[in-house]
């Protein structure tokens, strides 16, 4: 049975197109999916389900188990219920919240996060509410963003953006990411009560098979939603030139191992 609770959006994102062109994430996704061990009966959080591609491939993993899914977004959280099969065999929570004010019930076993946790500001935080969720032994296997995460694209975004007419458009831009290091993440999973924490980069860059609608859905999506209409996609039009074919998205990946 899939359990679906919605809140008030906290974030711009479109869950549709999201899931129709998010295959090289959900490439990078199965790789970190791998590397949780699981019995079968464990309760899983998925956290930052999105549109639930991984969440499906976890609930395979999981034929007596429980997942609950968490996304801070109304539209991530609706496509993943769009996704999800409802059957008896399977259950699923769909739960739309911010991750760090996250507050479950019982211990979990595990909690599992790809491409998420870049997006969040505050990492000591996030940390803490994942230690307390898990049970002592439970495992935290992530995989964000990390430092030196497509700089060489943003580098390109840059250039563009100090050009007129977007440069006033983008005086008050405040990027959104939080791109850490290996050495601060354990450090942070450390202090939050994490018993151990392995952390480590790893470069994944990816060619994606519709470049404009993935830069300005996921890569892009914050500067692309930061223009008024008007300017979005010529500021798309002029990127994509700065960034010349093929298209690759330059990332830098964060790796997480961590036992509770």
């Not at 099969?85 to 911010?98: A, F, K, N, S, Y």
């Not at 595990?110 to 969720?133: G, K, M, N």
């Not at 480590?200 to 098979?209: I, R, S, T, V």
Request: proline share 7%; with cysteine; charged share 25%.
């Amino acid at each position: 049975m899939i359990t679906y609770t919605r809140m008030p959006e906290t974030r711009a994102w479109d869950g549709a197109s999201y899931d129709r062109i998010s295959g090289p994430m959900e490439a990078l996704g199965l790789a970190v999916l791998e590397r949780l061990e699981l019995r079968g009966d464990e309760t899983v959080l998925d956290a930052g389900c999105g549109s639930g591609r991984i969440t499906q491939a976890l609930l395979e993993r999981l034929p007596d188990g429980r997942v609950i899914a968490v996304d801070a977004s109304a539209s991530m959280v609706a496509a993943a219920h769009e996704r999800l099969p409802d059957t008896d065999v399977r259950q699923v929570d769909l739960l739309e919240l911010d991750l760090p004010a996250l507050g479950l019930g019982g211990p979990l076993d595990a909690a599992l996060s790809t491409a998420t946790f870049h997006w969040i500001s505050d990492h000591e935080a996030l940390f803490a509410r994942l230690r307390a969720a898990l049970r002592d032994g439970g495992r935290l296997v992530a995989q964000c963003g990390g430092a030196g995460n497509i700089d060489e694209l943003r580098g390109h975004a840059g250039e563009v953006m100090a050009r007129e007419p977007y440069a006033a458009a983008f005086a008050d831009f405040e990027p959104p990411w939080n791109y850490a290091t290996p050495g601060d993440t354990r450090r942070r999973l450390l202090d939050a009560g994490f018993a151990r924490a392995d952390c480590w980069l790893e470069e994944a860059p990816k060619e994606p098979d519709q470049p404009r609608e993935f830069l300005s859905t996921i890569v892009l999506g914050p500067h692309y939603q930061h223009l008024p209409e008007g300017l979005r996609e010529p500021f798309m039009d002029d990127v994509l030139a700065e960034q010349g074919e093929p298209v690759v998205v330059d990332y830098v990946r964060l790796n997480i191992d961590a036992t509770a």
